[in-house]
């Protein structure tokens, strides 16, 4: 069974980067597909971000497109969140999860079997 540890989180202004790293351990993260999703105060945790198990597919919410990216180093075991022209609504605890589906984009909280604890990412105007 995997357990994913996120990092990268921190107090960052609008208009900064962040990258966020999600390590694995207990498993290959080849093996799987990976979201990041996110929760921020009084929220539900919506998703954020979707990479195959290939990393050959790629898929974004709305509000986020054109400003993260997902990435994987299957050799490093890692995912990252690389999250340019942060806004103060992007401002939540990101969480990174795997699933071993091999079929279409997971964008459900449901379809992932395994989760992180999450990193906290606050925004300032």
């Known amino acids: 069974q995997v357990q994913l540890v996120e990092s990268g989180g921190g107090l960052v202004q609008a208009g900064d980067s962040l990258r966020l790293s999600c390590a694995a351990s207990g498993g290959t993260l080849s093996r799987y597909a990976l979201g990041w999703f996110r929760q921020a105060p009084g929220k539900e945790r919506e998703f954020v971000a979707f990479?195959?198990?290939?990393?050959?597919?790629?898929y974004y919410a709305d509000s986020v497109k054109g400003r993260f990216t997902i990435s994987r180093d299957s050799a490093k075991n890692l995912v990252y969140l690389q999250m340019n022209s942060l806004k103060p609504e992007d401002r939540a605890v990101y969480y990174c999860?795997?699933?071993?589906?091999?079929?279409?984009?997971?964008?459900?909280?449901?379809?992932?079997?395994?989760w992180g604890q999450g990193t906290q990412v606050t925004v300032s105007s």
């Open positions: 999860a795997a699933d071993c589906s091999r079929g279409a984009v997971l964008r459900g909280r449901d379809e992932y079997d395994y």
């Open positions: 990479i195959s198990w290939t990393g050959g597919r790629t």
